[in-house]
């Protein structure tokens, strides 16, 4: 009988002879001949279990997350929940891939929740400390009308449309060279186009455009501009219309908005003194859809919606990114205190005193060896990050006491059995932060 390497040797050529079967799509009868002989050696070599190899694999698609990555995620989500809450929104779960993250129906006014919307967009990113950013608005009437008066077909709309969403990324030049040369739009129509939506400003820019003699006379374009010019009057009174930019190039291709849509990009700092910060990336969008919910109504009824979506996955590489550079520490565990011992044969007293905090609502750890030394308890706290640690001792006990230490700090207070919890709260409340 041939040794193990040999045979393991033979399944090897066998397995590959079978594999290049299938490819070559041989014939079923040929295949199960290979099989067979392959079985066979495989009997041979008999179970081996200190040589299983598992090799795993994410699906398709998927990722898996390191817990550095996972204190990240929570905490981005954690600000993006609390401002959504903060609103009054409600939480749904639905087993759909499209996420729908707030949306307010029914409203009299509807330029209320949209600047509501700009608001919540404005707070979480701010929340987030991910740089400087800019909301660009549109109106997807003005867009329309635009069009309209400038001479595209209406077969032409949304194709042109695609075309025009992409200045944020490409040159006017190539933009009309995409509209005439694949699109069939007659170039002096493109040329129409170009001196609108290469425009960009604030409620000024929605004041001139009202005064547009051409734009003025096109029902569509008009209630959207007027829109816009209250939409700016809330943007003021919620203090964000400094973070706002009426910008005619926003396209937002999807045929379901009916009014305005907004885009959040944020900010790279200029090359150069004088020169305008260039947008680096899309981090969140949305925009009204009044027809979208209506099509699922037996009766058709009109259901004014508004909706904000944040891209999450890419904050998050932002802010992997950016803790990288500054080499932060990231805190995988949210644990409050550690508790631990100042001598021997304290394990008892210890899983007593974590039990306590444990029942009180109190995250906290201890270590598992059963006699740790102090010194090897602090530097645990350090490296994980842990702000405090509730130290047990035999005097400690005596005086019915535990000794309460700052790890940041190294400062220690003796604090009353009985008021530990509470101290251990006032100690570690702060506001949310993600570094």
Known sequence: MADRATLEDLVRLQGERVRALKQQKASAEQIEEEVAKLLKLKAQLGPDEGKQKFVLKTPKGTRDYSPRQ?????????????????????????????LKDFDIAGQFDPMIPDAECLKIMCEILSSLQIGDFLVKVNDRRILD???????????????????VDKLDKVSWEEVKSEMVGEKGLAPEVADRIGDYVQQHGGVSLVEQLLQDPKLSQNKQALEGLGDLKLLFEYL?????????????????????????????????????????????????????????????????????CVGL?????????????????????????????????AQKKLLEERLKLISELWDAGIKAELLYKKNPKLLNQLQYCEEAGIPLVAIIGEQELKDGVIKLRSVASREEVDVRREDLVEEIRRKTSQPLCIC
Do not use: N, W
């Open 145 to 163: 009308g635009t069009f309209a008066i400038c001479g595209v077909p209406d077969s032409k709309f949304r194709t042109i449309c695609s075309s």
């Open 70 to 98: 996972m204190a990240v995620r929570e905490k981005v989500f954690d600000v993006i929940i609390s401002c959504f809450k903060r609103h009054g929104a409600e939480v749904i779960d639905t087993p759909v891939f499209e």
């Open 309 to 341: 979506s944040i891209g999450v996955e890419r904050i998050f590489s932002i802010v992997e990114q950016r803790l990288e550079v500054l080499e932060e520490k990231v805190r995988t565990t949210e644990t409050q205190v550690l508790v631990a011992s």
């Open 236 to 304: 003021t009174l919620f203090g964000i219309a400094d973070k706002i930019s009426f910008d005619l190039s926003l396209a937002r291709g999807l045929d379901y908005y009916t009014g305005v849509i907004f885009e959040a990009v944020l900010l790279q700092p200029p090359a150069q003194a004088g020169e305008e910060p260039l947008g680096v990336g899309s981090v969140a969008a949305g925009g009204r859809y009044d027809g979208l919910v209506g099509m699922f109504d037996p009766k058709g009824r009109k259901v004014p």
